[in-house]
């Protein structure tokens, strides 16, 4: 439910360049997955992931000069039916999210 665009890369490929030492470490139900977020804002950062401990998922927004906005299709994965508990092979795609930049007449900012 966190919303976040995330890409993948594998662990020895990632390194937090600032802020490090303001991470918590927080493992939610099977305690698999070991999710990073920022202890002063709250900001999900990345996990190594469950599905694949070899890789993290990072979001996007996180990273320098990425905008979650720079994507114009996002897969959108069923993260209520986690195949490590239901039994199943692949994480399963439930739909996408598109990017639809409007125009700047079409915006309204209040």
Request: proline share 5%.
């Amino acid at each position: 439910m966190r919303g976040a665009v995330v890409v993948f890369v594998a662990l020895d490929r990632l390194a937090v360049t600032a802020g490090a030492e303001r991470l918590t470490e927080y493992r939610f139900h099977s305690n698999t997955a070991r999710h990073y977020f920022c202890s002063r804002c709250g900001v999900y950062t990345h996990h190594q992931r469950r599905f694949d401990p070899d890789q993290f998922a990072v979001n996007v927004a996180c990273l320098e000069g990425v905008s979650p906005f720079d994507f114009a299709e996002v897969p959108v994965i069923d993260g209520a039916n986690h195949p490590r508990d239901t039994g199943g092979g692949e994480l399963r795609q439930i739909g996408v999210v598109r990017f639809e930049p409007r125009s700047r007449s079409e915006t309204q900012f209040r």
